[in-house]
């Protein structure tokens, strides 16, 4: 089945951009989601279809998608940030279903 | 506003049947394009996709656990059920439920809280 492979943990200074990126085959013909998940809460849609937020989703958090891997960049960073993050996709590949990443560790320093 | 929540036993045996109920609110399952579906979390894990269950009652599993999986909808309830057979300890997680506005690459806009479910004798 089709694998969604992501950096266990990414580390970034307040104010500085985070980049937390998303690999797979062929991912650029696909259309990718991006889930942020704080502790203790459910996750939330900050990203669908690559590049379009949710609304009430800031505009520091954008997506970009091509090739083999796929990227959410979080802009000006802040300690609020702080939370894992997984991508996913819709699979249509063999079987028709969803897959996630293993997720990130995203660290505000 | 749609809102989801789960509900189902904390606790069940090994060799169980683990039913769990999804109750929303804010948007029909009878509604062309919309969809429901179940992921999970084994505590400090990654989450992982079960089931989906779409408003013409198409359902779609995760290839892994598709034998163990059947999803059902009651649309006049506004209630989606879960039921997984022969439950192991490896499957103690969180449970969701959530909503997928979209047909057939679903993606989840809103979900429930989550329900713990332990799997212990």
């Known amino acids: 089945s089709y694998v969604l492979t992501q950096p266990p943990s990414v580390s970034v200074a307040p104010g500085k951009t985070a980049r937390i990126t998303c690999g797979g085959n062929n991912l650029g013909s696909k259309s990718v989601n991006w889930y942020q998940q704080k502790p203790g809460h459910a996750p939330m849609l900050v990203i669908y279809?690559?590049?379009d937020r949710p609304s009430g989703i800031p505009e520091r958090f954008s997506g970009s998608n091509s090739r083999n891997t796929a990227t959410l960049t979080i802009s000006r960073v802040e300690a609020g940030d702080e939370a894992d993050y997984y991508c996913?996709?819709?699979?249509?590949?063999?079987?028709?279903?969803?897959?996630f990443g293993g997720g990130t560790k995203l660290t505000v320093l | 506003q749609i809102t989801l929540k789960e509900s189902g036993p904390t606790l069940v045996k090994p060799t169980q049947t683990l039913t769990l109920t999804c109750t929303f609110s804010?948007?029909?399952?009878?509604?062309?394009?919309?969809?429901v579906g179940w992921i999970r979390q084994p505590p400090g894990k990654a989450l992982e996709w079960l089931a989906l269950?779409?408003?013409?009652?198409?359902?779609r599993y995760s290839p892994s656990l598709k034998s163990r999986l059947t999803i059902t909808k009651d649309t006049s309830r506004n209630q989606v059920v879960l039921t997984m057979t022969n439950v192991d300890p490896v499957d103690t997680a969180t449970y969701y439920c959530?909503?997928?506005?979209?047909?057939?690459?679903?993606?989840?806009?809103?979900w429930g809280q989550g329900a713990l479910v332990t799997v212990s004798s």
């Open positions: 996913q996709v819709w699979d249509s590949t063999i079987d028709h279903h969803v897959v």
């Open positions: 959530a909503h997928a506005p979209e047909y057939p690459e679903a993606y989840f806009d809103s």
């Open positions: 269950i779409y408003w013409n009652d198409d359902k």
């Open positions: 804010g948007f029909s399952l009878s509604t062309s394009g919309v969809c």
């Open positions: 279809y690559n590049g």
